[in-house]
């Protein structure tokens, strides 16, 4: 079947405020980004997500528009984006924006105009409710801590964010606003961009009457339409960002004959650690066996009905190697473990800026260090409930969204080479060390791991197209998996964890053929296979 070229592509995540400052302002930019485009071309990636860089008060960090056809003054000026399509474009690199389409900032026209009054033509725009026995409509909390209902003093109702305050969420039956999301979208595809990340997007079907926010009856019907009436014309990348998705779900989004959407990021994998019916900050240490069964789920319920995303990393999510592997003794081990795990796998892989170079998290001490919205309600919200600081410290440490955010660290100069001014975040003080002048000066880096492995798909149709099989009969922490297509066969291999183990599989023989690995090996004998540390590796059978 002919590929889609976001079948066999790998997608760079940018967050803007945290890539490359070019003017001194401790704030980077889109005139920073384009001078990292070479950087780019050479780790061999084909498309560029880039999180929100349109006008915005900035309350969540750009995920509260206030303006969607003009550029955050910070960031620079629509010249400068019109100049970072075309400068891609010369490297065959697209760029991906970021729709944040389920609430706008409360600074949107469109909101300022809503909340003058009960009449004005904006009024429905968002969604006004009046109280119930003088109390908020219902009980629906906010993803940021507390009520999801704002008292609006002016016109006596509350108005929804499922955000933060700043955050109003629109109101999608309203088909007027339906259609200036569709005239936005084409502003955009008509200035060249490859496609969409859709911030959300599960949300945009909310009943909140009845208190139903994910996955909402009609959230499907306004995909469609949104897929006919913008970029179901281009051939472009959409994918949905959709926390709730079920492998069945996610072919209600992505099978091709639905016209809908080209894949989700699903998040089961990465919220393994999350105890159940609790929040992201109460943790429970991850079972390497539920990630092997939750990631083959994935691997084999799509078929071709569907498409899967691949990551690790995200601008929401704590630094993987951090996360769930070792970012002291086995570094570089673990990070190119994660790699090579998650790169052969089948689906779209997203490499998150520094992930690539193995960046970890950025301890803090105290809430004044903290920038993220998100961090800063909970922290309040859990003082109050009486958790002790250190305790709240302690999650923001193990789960904060600002430990994807320090600069991404460029070389070992002052503040990683990001900004010549005072950046905006601190930079995590293991830039000497971790860096992109290091990892490029030496041969065996994290970073030559990702390139190998960007080109390794580009050159084996059997990681875009191969079956998919989990192995089961090995230790818990050995996650081993085979890829098969047209009489290949491929077994990728990692040890999840710093112990030393052995495998013994006779019925896989031995092999020469080692297309990838993270400790030096030639050759592999399956019936008595010693693993080190975090090792990992590709073989053909
Ligand atoms: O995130 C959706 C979202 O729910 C996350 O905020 C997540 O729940 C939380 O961070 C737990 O890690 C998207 C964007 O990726 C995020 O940056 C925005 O803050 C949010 O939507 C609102 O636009
Ligand atoms: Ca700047």
């Not at 999350?274 to 991850?286: A, I």
């Not at 990070?335 to 795990?341: D, P, R, S, T």
């Not at 990692?494 to 990838?516: C, H, K």
Request: glycine share 6%; net charge negative.
């Amino acid at each position: 079947m002919k590929a889609k070229w976001w079948q066999t592509a790998v997608v760079y995540q940018i967050y803007p405020r945290s890539f490359q400052d070019s003017n001194g302002d401790g704030i980077g930019d889109l005139q920073g980004i384009i001078t990292r485009l070479d950087y780019l071309e050479n780790l061999g990636i084909s498309a560029i997500w880039l999180s929100p860089v349109y006008q915005s008060p900035n309350d969540d960090n750009g995920y509260d528009i206030s303006d969607y056809q003009n550029i955050m003054t910070e960031f620079g000026t629509m010249e400068d984006m019109d100049e970072l399509i075309k400068q891609a474009e010369k490297r065959n690199i697209k760029i991906i924006m970021d729709l944040v389409v389920n609430h706008t900032s409360d600074e949107h026209q469109w909101f300022i105009e809503s909340r003058k009054g009960k009449d004005n033509p904006y009024r429905d725009y968002y969604i006004w409710r009046d109280p119930v026995n003088g109390r908020k409509p219902n009980d629906l909390r906010s993803i940021f801590s507390g009520s999801a209902w704002e008292f609006d003093e002016e016109s006596g109702q509350y108005y929804l964010h499922l955000f933060s305050k700043k955050q109003p969420d629109l109101n999608w039956e309203n088909e007027s606003v339906r259609q200036e999301v569709w005239d936005m979208m084409n502003f955009w595809l008509e200035k060249g961009v490859g496609g969409f990340r859709m911030d959300v997007i599960d949300l945009i079907g909310k009943i909140p009457d009845q208190e139903i926010t994910g996955n909402g009856p009609k959230l499907h019907e306004y995909l469609q339409e949104m897929n006919e009436k913008t970029f179901g014309n281009y051939d472009v990348l959409t994918v949905g960002e959709t926390w709730g998705a079920t492998p069945e779900i996610a072919k209600l989004y992505s099978n091709p004959k639905r016209k809908e959407l080209s894949m989700v990021f699903q998040f089961e994998h990465i919220g393994l650690d999350q105890q159940e019916g609790k929040d992201k900050w109460d943790t429970k240490p991850l079972s390497v066996n539920e990630l092997k069964k939750v990631l083959s789920k994935w691997q084999t319920s799509l078929g071709n009905e569907g498409w899967n995303s691949l990551f690790w990393n995200n601008h929401d999510l704590p630094r993987i190697v951090s996360r769930w592997g070792n970012d002291t003794t086995y570094h570089k081990e673990s990070a190119k473990m994660f790699a090579i795990l998650l790169h052969l796998m089948k689906g779209t892989p997203y490499i998150y800026q520094g992930e690539e170079i193995g960046m970890t998290n950025c301890k803090i001490t105290d809430i004044s260090e903290v920038n993220d919205i998100e961090s800063i309600n909970m922290y309040k919200e859990r003082l109050a409930q009486g958790y002790s600081k250190e305790e709240i410290i302690d999650s923001i440490n193990k789960k904060g969204r600002d430990n994807a955010r320090t600069p991404m660290q460029w070389d070992n100069s002052e503040n990683a080479g990001f900004t010549t001014g005072t950046p905006w975040l601190r930079v995590n003080p293991n830039y000497k060390e971790i860096n992109v002048t290091a990892n490029l000066a030496d041969a065996n880096s994290i970073f030559y791991c990702y390139k190998q492995l960007i080109q390794l798909r580009k050159d084996n149709p059997i990681i875009v197209w191969g079956d998919y099989v989990l192995v089961e009969e090995v230790p818990e922490q050995v996650f081993m998996y085979l890829r098969k297509f047209e009489g290949e066969t491929w077994a990728v291999v990692a040890n999840f964890g710093d112990q030393a183990v052995a495998i013994q599989l006779p019925e896989f023989g031995q092999s020469t053929r080692i297309l990838i690995a993270n400790y030096p090996r030639s050759s592999v004998e399956f019936s008595q296979l010693e693993l080190k540390p975090y090792e990992a590796f590709a073989v053909k059978l």
